[in-house]
């Protein structure tokens, strides 16, 4: 996502404004789209299986209310928020987005619609799937501006930031394609290995069992100079929806040598789990 914003650090100093068009942008005709549920049948998260994980992921998984409840193989949500584009910048913008999430096999789907002033819109779509990442940026919903593509430290961050975003469905973390690894009682180290990359995130546990946040080194850009940042995701709240308990407010912080740069603000809402990939996606 953070690479995907540094293209529109370069659009936004644009000589030029597109404005934006009288349709309807992705998010607000996402929003209408219907929503199916799955299928395939859902196994039940068994307490048999939380029995093999470590100490501090097995707490967090039971405070989430997700054993013997039906696994997450898919979430589908709202995110209303602002972001900041570099550090020193002190104006918030506000941004829209809605994001497509599979645990089997590992993926994302997001897409954002960000308002920059004077009129100006910018839409991105950051897309994770097969161990690849892409990444699209429009003009006002309409002119292509930027690709990302076939960028091995692109696939990285967005495998990284997949791992950071397990905290939205806790039955992923009894994914095979993740290994866990405690490194104290309210600490645990994820591991995940798919198709040719890998990837690694810490999550810090509160006494009770609720995940604060997850720390992770990500590239902070795509070019041939882009160096690995550490990266955090912060919960500040929860809600409780079907039984269990997922975040609903989140900021995404770049701890950077001058010191941390929080980006990205938002709450989750009208979150869904286990259902089809919208019409539109």
Same mark, same amino acid.
């Given at each position: 996502?953070?690479?995907?914003?540094?293209?529109?650090?370069?659009?936004?100093?644009?000589?030029?404004?597109?404005?934006?068009? +009288?349709?309807?942008?992705?998010?607000?005709?996402?929003?209408?789209?219907?929503?199916?549920?799955?299928?395939? @049948?859902?196994?039940?998260?068994?307490?048999?299986?939380?029995?093999?994980?470590?100490?501090?992921?097995?707490?967090?998984?039971?405070?989430?209310?997700?054993?013997?409840?039906?696994?997450?193989?898919?979430?589908?949500?709202?995110?209303?928020?602002?972001?900041?584009?570099?550090?020193?910048?002190?104006?918030?913008?506000?941004?829209?987005?809605?994001?497509?999430?599979?645990?089997?096999?590992?993926?994302?789907?997001?897409?954002?619609?960000?308002?920059?002033? +004077?009129?100006?819109?910018?839409?991105?779509?950051?897309?994770?799937?097969? =161990?690849? $990442?892409?990444?699209?940026?429009?003009?006002?919903?309409?002119?292509?501006?930027?690709?990302?593509?076939? +960028?091995?430290?692109?696939?990285?961050?967005?495998?990284?930031?997949?791992?950071?975003?397990?905290?939205?469905? @806790?039955?992923?973390?009894?994914?095979?394609?993740?290994?866990?690894?405690?490194?104290?009682?309210?600490?645990?180290?994820?591991?995940?290995?798919?198709?040719?990359?890998?990837?690694?995130?810490?999550?810090?546990?509160?006494?009770? =069992?609720?995940?604060?946040?997850?720390?992770?080194?990500?590239?902070?850009?795509?070019?041939?100079? $882009?160096?690995?940042?550490?990266?955090?995701?912060?919960?500040?709240?929860?809600?409780?929806?079907?039984?269990?308990?997922? @975040?609903?407010?989140?900021?995404?912080?770049?701890?950077?040598?001058?010191?941390?740069?929080?980006?990205?603000?938002?709450?989750?809402?009208?979150?869904?789990? +286990?259902?089809?990939?919208?019409?539109?996606?």
């Amino acid at each position: 996502m953070r690479i995907l914003l540094s293209v529109l650090v370069v659009l936004a100093s644009a000589f030029f404004v597109v404005k934006g068009a +009288n349709r309807q942008s992705p998010a607000e005709s996402l929003k209408a789209a219907p929503l199916r549920k799955l299928e395939a @049948p859902l196994k039940r998260v068994e307490p048999e299986q939380l029995a093999a994980l470590p100490a501090p992921v097995r707490k967090w998984m039971e405070w989430s209310g997700i054993s013997g409840r039906e696994e997450i193989r898919s979430v589908y949500a709202k995110q209303t928020g602002r972001m900041k584009l570099k550090p020193g910048q002190e104006k918030w913008m506000a941004s829209e987005a809605w994001q497509y999430t599979t645990s089997d096999p590992p993926g994302f789907i997001w897409k954002v619609k960000m308002k920059m002033g +004077n009129g100006l819109s910018v839409t991105g779509k950051d897309v994770f799937q097969e =161990g690849k $990442a892409e990444m699209r940026i429009k003009m006002a919903g309409l002119v292509p501006m930027a690709t990302t593509r076939g +960028n091995p430290k692109a696939d990285q961050s967005s495998l990284q930031r997949y791992l950071m975003e397990l905290s939205g469905f @806790p039955s992923a973390a009894l994914s095979r394609y993740v290994e866990w690894h405690a490194i104290d009682d309210r600490t645990a180290e994820a591991t995940m290995a798919y198709n040719w990359i890998k990837g690694r995130a810490t999550f810090h546990f509160g006494e009770g =069992g609720e995940l604060l946040k997850v720390t992770a080194m990500r590239f902070k850009d795509s070019d041939e100079h $882009a160096e690995l940042v550490p990266c955090t995701a912060h919960i500040r709240a929860y809600r409780t929806m079907d039984g269990i308990r997922t @975040p609903s407010e989140l900021g995404v912080t770049w701890d950077l040598a001058e010191g941390p740069f929080t980006w990205y603000e938002f709450t989750m809402e009208d979150v869904a789990f +286990n259902v089809k990939k919208p019409a539109g996606f």
